[in-house]
């Protein structure tokens, strides 16, 4: 029994210290208030006025610990604790007498040791820097690496003046829709005043959702003008082109947006493909769920910098915008982020689209998560890819995945916890989970550094037997993604009215060159050889005729369109203008031309997932299911290509049914059906019948015949990707030096501050 002085009455209280129950008596007054003493004595109360029951601090600690370790489960534990003292003779008034006094004081403990980091993280806070220089205090205490030190401006030529290096932070957006919290569990529990949290207010993100709703209204324009956010004059492949810009185009015709560089047929089929990407796809239901998932915002370090609380059943766009908004805010003016999510396509297209988070739209830099490249079209992939594009190294942008799996534990204990419960408990793990990340940093550089080194050989081993030179390599690479993110043709009603069109201007303009290279070839016959203006005459001559051969080869291959070789006449042209055998057969070469560009794309998607991923060279079991399910994905879009065959091949019955029953010019020809069976080995002559319009008429470009070319592009841009990622992993290891020695100086001059209000 202890007394003080002042006491004014003598307390009973019961003290676990496990696996004992003991019974401490403590004197309490105004000036030595319960709590205190037994603070003093190691134990925690379970109340901060007048505590029944204390709890040794050392046991508190074991269970943070525990819980950050494995699923939280206070009721199990503090039932085995109440059976085990059941059994020394200590009875309780309720089965779960212990579980609301447990409950009560691990929180506060946890609580109390936050602030109590809080005011030390404060005492030792760094210097201020000027704002356009590093980023917030708070960016730097969730990851030191990618906020820790001032950025330069990328804008600036330093260290590369290659467009790889803008970027000076890449992070990666995902929402889990298994972090759900059920209706009627705690709707108003006590909200707790917490130090830190990851989360965004509601009040953020309602002005984020009201903003969005804003600007969505149907009489905002339909087009903003093209962002420079990601195109510089360093760039030399992604400035290669948009693609043609088109604001009101024909409904039946694709096209590229104005400010996007993916034709509007691809970025319609990934919307269709993935769920992420539409916001109205129900993937929790309200009526049960309070709270139907989280959005998480990463660090490429797989460090959460910020969360969003979803309440909406399906993975409204607003919670990215929001995010990112709120990221930007603590950067510096100069930095360049690269933003990784599932559906970056999509993200994209409504900031160009909509005008969204115009004062950061052009420092953005999207790309997808690579283990959902795969899932997206072709001609997606060259745009966003990061492991074709420019400026993200070998980063995956599957951090998130990695998130989501750390905390899975705690799904069964959050579904029916309170609200504010709920978000403390995921800030305390994600916060001791800080802890572990910060002290396998180094690791982390060094198997990452370990990795690019070997890869980057593997890349300049490839490029040192190939016999094509690099700069081939990269006039073919940039032709490539210029060729194969062209819009896909469709059917239309105008394609033959438009191909006897295109035929007569190309008639006039062959008509207009053959006017000029005869009147060269008179002047020619009356110039005095031997003189400069005869050699001009000759060099304009033979300009002409290399043209002239050009304009016939052309008008050759606009006629062999329409079934005919050998010229057809002016009268016939007028005839077939509105016929609709004619305008059936351009619309079989549109959709042929349509499946031989998607069966490339195949081919080549296929090639870079065997480059990619070769999971039965490692032996381990998750690579080998990731590879499954990225196969998988490719392997779902191939149903399009039988329908669009099948579709073909009914256009071209329907063909021969015509031309029995309708008067049709007799040089009319009816194409060849395609064969089913036969289109994935692309061996179908069915297919090359009609000419290519989007190819040079005499040569097959490299990059799609020569197997050398291909293999020395897939090396090339590797490469390409490996330096880049070198050079971020060296200035991440100076930053985090660098942040190791300011956070030594800061501490000493925190001790010896410390010091002198001691003496």
Not at 373 to 400: K, M, V
Request: net charge neutral; hydrophobic share 40%.
């Amino acid at each position: 029994m202890y007394q003080v002085a002042c006491a004014s009455h003598v307390s009973p209280i019961n003290v676990f210290l496990a696996p004992e129950l003991e019974m401490l008596q403590l004197s309490i007054c105004k000036c030595r208030p319960a709590p205190v003493q037994l603070l003093s004595r190691g134990l925690f109360g379970c109340s901060p006025y007048r505590p029944g029951v204390a709890i040794d601090i050392k046991q508190l600690d074991f269970l943070s610990i525990l819980h950050s370790n494995t699923a939280p489960n206070l009721s199990a534990w503090c039932t085995s604790l109440q059976e085990h003292l059941g059994s020394l003779g200590h009875l309780f008034d309720t089965e779960d007498s212990l579980v609301k006094r447990y409950s009560d004081a691990l929180q506060s403990y946890q609580l109390l040791v936050q602030f109590a980091h809080e005011r030390i993280s404060n005492a030792i806070a760094t210097s201020p820097q000027p704002y356009n220089e590093r980023p917030s205090a708070y960016l730097r205490s969730r990851c030191p690496i990618c906020f820790g030190t001032p950025y330069q401006s990328p804008l600036k030529k330093h260290e590369s003046d290659d467009f790889s290096s803008r970027p000076n932070v890449i992070v990666s957006i995902d929402g889990c829709f298994t972090q759900k919290r059920r209706k009627g569990r705690g709707e108003y529990d006590r909200t707790l005043d917490r130090p830190y949290t990851l989360f965004l207010t509601p009040e953020t993100l309602d002005a984020m959702k009201e903003h969005v709703e804003e600007e969505r209204q149907p009489t905002k324009p339909a087009f903003s003008s093209p962002p420079d956010e990601e195109h510089d004059e360093t760039s030399e492949v992604d400035v290669a082109d948009y693609g043609d810009w088109v604001d009101e185009p024909a409904a039946e015709e694709d096209f590229v947006e104005r400010g996007m560089k993916v034709p509007v047929s691809a970025l319609d089929a990934c919307h269709e493909s993935f769920t992420a990407a539409d916001e109205a796809r129900q993937k929790a239901s309200t009526a049960i769920f309070a709270d139907t998932g989280l959005m998480a915002l990463l660090c490429e370090h797989d460090r959460a910098i910020y969360l969003c609380n979803m309440q909406t059943p399906g993975e409204a766009q607003y919670y990215a915008l929001a995010l990112l908004d709120e990221l930007f805010k603590g950067l510096p003016p100069c930095a360049m982020v690269g933003v990784l999510y599932d559906v970056s396509c999509q993200l994209h297209r409504s900031i160009v689209k909509w005008g969204f988070l115009p004062e950061w739209s052009k420092r953005m830099i999207f790309g997808i998560s690579v283990f959902h490249a795969f899932g997206h079209q072709w001609s997606c992939q060259l745009t966003y890819n990061p492991r074709l594009r420019d400026g993200f190294g070998l980063a995956d942008g599957e951090g998130c995945e990695r998130f989501w799996s750390s905390i899975r534990k705690l799904i069964p204990g959050l579904r029916v916890s309170g609200f504010n419960r709920r978000l403390f408990v995921l800030d305390t793990d994600i916060r001791a989970k800080d802890v572990k990340s910060l002290a396998n940093l180094g690791n982390w550089l060094l198997n990452k550094w370990t990795r690019v080194t070997r890869r980057l050989k593997g890349a300049n081993a490839v490029l040192d037997e190939c016999p094509v030179d690099r700069v081939t390599l990269k006039s073919q690479w940039k032709l490539q993604r210029k060729q194969q993110r062209l819009p896909h043709p469709r059917q239309s009603k105008l394609h033959g009215v438009r191909m006897v069109q295109r035929i007569l201007d190309l008639r006039v303009a062959r008509a207009e060159l053959n006017t000029r290279h005869n009147a060269v070839k008179t002047s020619l016959q009356t110039c005095a050889p031997n003189t400069q203006h005869h050699s001009g005459l000759l060099l304009a001559l033979d300009t002409l005729t290399a043209e002239l051969r050009a304009a016939n080869r052309n008008l050759e291959r606009h006629e062999a369109m329409l079934g005919h070789v050998g010229g057809i006449g002016l009268e016939t042209l007028r005839k077939i203008r509105g016929n609709r055998f004619f305008e059936m057969r351009m619309n079989v070469c549109a959709l042929k031309r349509r499946l031989r560009d998607k069966l490339r794309a195949r081919k080549f998607e296929e090639g870079r997932l065997r480059a990619d991923y070769r999971p039965f060279n490692t032996g381990i079991i998750s690579d080998q299911r990731v590879h499954a399910q990225v196969s998988e994905a490719v392997k779902r879009r191939g149903g399009a290509f039988k329908t669009l065959a099948n579709k073909i091949n009914a256009l071209i019955n329907e063909m021969v049914v015509l031309k029995e029953s309708a008067p049709v010019p007799g040089f009319a020809a009816i194409p060849s059906c395609v064969d089913v069976a036969q289109i994935w080995d692309m061996a179908d002559g069915a297919l090359y019948e009609d000419w290519d319009m989007t190819l040079d008429e005499d040569v097959i470009p490299a990059w799609l015949c020569d197997g050398d070319t291909r293999r020395g592009i897939a090396a090339m841009v590797d490469r390409k990707r490996c330096q880049e990622e070198k050079r971020r992993l060296s200035r991440q290891v100076r930053a985090a030096i660098n942040w190791f020695v300011e956070e030594e100086e800061e501490i000493q001059s925190a001790f010896l501050i410390a010091g002198k209000f001691m003496t």
